[in-house]
């Protein structure tokens, strides 16, 4: 179903870009936006509607530009504002949206307003813009309380004053590089929404909100209660709304106040959070009216190979989101998890918490992830609602297990004591070509390795291949144009498969059936076969593969 163009968002498939490792289009090593928009024409061809591009702004880059130094301009390693506009423009002449990030929980340390709270005085107001405080214990050598950082380790440091003095402590929930901000301050709460409009006004289409149910904090920030505090934090559940950083009720009066700017302009503009929430019912109070557009569905990237946790997570999306007047959407990899070819190919193929890579996470079968990851493809597009695809995912590639750990880069190596490698594998620069400096993600080297095995996986080999991963998400897409019955709406689930099998109808005469057993089963009932993840004999449905029929 095609909603109205305002509402693009309700069944968009958005191609996620972690520009760094995209495409090089200056030699630096580095992804940028020169890169992007020389690949324009392959994301047209490829079939998204929508690109999201991983923060471009100027930073320390000590969190993949999570650390941002100035919201209103590019990274020179990146590009230009000029650059920007240019790709705006030209995306939008290949009928590609462009989402960017937001990152409004903290800003990098070399941002100019931490400099001025540095340079100031405790209670003072360029410190109210951060979460300052004086420490615990006689001297204030104590933090103000418990809280670690998400990344490991302490959440809280402590500065030296002007006059040479050991001073007050800053909150960090991220890299001790990533102060948090205080959204309880005017300041901070104006400035966002400024920082809203100069890029809509820039020509963009929306923005991916990081960390979305992190901004608001209880300002008497009490102790937490862990379960588990190393190498990751775990914290005891809380009453819902009420703990003191999480998900808190008031961090819906700030997107309440967003939701106001995007309204104010022709066409309207869209959000989606990234909140990292205990249920559906939590998710879903983002996306209320007079709030968010849209927010991932974590717990579908989070759930297992398994047939009915799998349903479980699409009724509760389905029940929970559309009466808030949301579409659903639909997630298997990102930036910061496991790419969903290696994690279906353990034995475990649930992420098991909000923030929790497996711990000791054995081998993974990397034909029978792919298998799957084939399979899952064709699952989540015909799904309703819309889809994000993370940049590679569409190559099949996998988690790059073997970095080298002196190429690690994401802080949480560091701050976890080089106990948790971190997310660096499912960033490592696309393959773009079979041979040549870089497999063609540049004319020189790359900012992480890419193994020599990514030549198998570039996107020339691909192209040509109609069996490649690539070939199927292309058709996959271009078919997800056509048919009426897919994007936004409704579906009807069919119940003669067994218990391994996921089957549903959705209207006009389209039907989708996945088999998450071991044995063949029948296809439901149809007039063509669409598409399919495996070749399929005698209208029976292979192991890990899945259909797209014409009913
Ligand atoms: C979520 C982003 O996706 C992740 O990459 C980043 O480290 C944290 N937010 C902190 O900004």
Redesign the pocket.
């Known amino acids: 179903m095609t909603p109205a163009a305002d509402q693009w968002w309700r069944s968009a498939v958005i191609y996620q870009v972690y520009i760094r490792s995209f495409a090089d289009g200056t030699g630096d090593g580095v992804g940028d936006i020169a890169g992007i928009r020389s690949r324009l024409p392959y994301l047209q061809e490829l079939g998204v509607d929508a690109l999201w591009i991983t923060p471009w702004y100027p930073s320390p880059m000590n969190?993949?530009g999570?650390d941002v130094a100035d919201y209103r301009d590019i990274a020179p390693e990146f590009g230009t504002l000029a650059l920007a506009d240019a790709l705006i423009r030209e995306a939008h002449e290949r009928r590609l949206r462009v989402l960017i990030d937001i990152?409004a929980?903290?800003t990098s340390h070399r941002h100019r307003w931490f400099a001025q709270a540095l340079a100031a005085l405790p209670g003072s107001p360029e410190r109210d813009r951060y979460i300052f405080r004086p420490g615990r214990g006689p001297d204030g050598n104590e933090p103000p309380n418990n809280w670690l950082s998400l990344f490991g380790g302490p959440g809280w440091t402590r500065v030296t004053e002007r006059d040479g003095s050991l001073g007050e402590w800053y909150l960090h929930l991220?890299d001790v590089t990533?102060p948090d901000l205080n959204w309880q301050n005017s300041e901070v709460r104006a400035e966002f929404l400024d920082i809203l409009r100069f890029w809509f006004d820039r020509g963009i289409d929306g923005f991916r909100i990081?960390?979305a149910h992190g901004l608001a904090k209880d300002p008497a920030l009490p102790d937490l209660d862990y379960i588990r505090t190393s190498p990751y934090p775990i914290h005891a559940p809380y009453p819902r709304g009420n703990h003191p950083f999480d998900d808190r009720d008031e961090v819906h009066e700030i997107y309440r106040e967003w939701r106001a700017v995007a309204d104010s302009y022709v066409p309207p503009r869209a959000f989606v959070a990234?909140a990292w929430v205990d249920s559906a019912e939590r998710l879903a109070r983002y996306v209320w009216p007079g709030q968010l557009h849209s927010a991932f569905n974590f717990d579908y990237l989070r759930s297992p190979w398994n047939a009915s946790e799998l349903r479980k997570t699409i009724d509760v999306s389905l029940d929970v989101l559309n009466p808030a007047g949301a579409a659903t959407t639909w997630v298997l990899s990102?930036?910061?998890v496991e790419r969903h070819v290696t994690r279906y190919g353990r034995e475990v193929t649930a992420i098991p918490s909000v923030r929790e890579r497996p711990a000791a996470p054995g081998p993974s079968d990397i034909a029978l992830g792919t298998r799957r990851a084939r399979a899952a493809a064709l699952l989540m597009l015909a799904l309703p609602g819309s889809a994000y695809v993370y940049q590679g995912e569409e190559l099949g590639l996998p988690e790059v297990l073997d970095l080298p750990e002196s190429a690690l880069r994401d802080p949480i190596w560091k701050r976890s004591g080089h106990r948790v490698r971190g997310?660096d594998g499912c960033r490592v620069p696309l393959p773009w070509t079979r041979r040549g400096p870089s497999h063609g993600f540049g004319v020189n080297g790359s900012w992480l390795p890419q193994p020599p095995y990514w030549s198998d996986y570039a996107v020339q080999g691909q192209r040509e291949d109609p069996r490649s991963m690539l070939s199927l998400y292309r058709e996959a897409l271009r078919l997800r144009r056509d048919l009426p019955a897919l994007g936004d709406g409704s579906l009807r689930w069919l119940t003669d498969g067994g218990p391994d099998v996921l089957a549903f109808a959705r209207e006009p005469e389209f039907a989708c059936a996945v088999n998450l057993g071991e044995t063949f089963v029948a296809l439901p009932e149809h007039s063509r076969v669409l598409l399919s993840s495996v070749p399929l004999v005698d209208n029976t449905l292979p192991p890990d593969a899945a259909a797209w029929l014409a009913t």
């Open positions: 969190d993949g999570y990152v929980n903290h991220f990533q990081d960390v990234e990102n930036h910061d997310r």
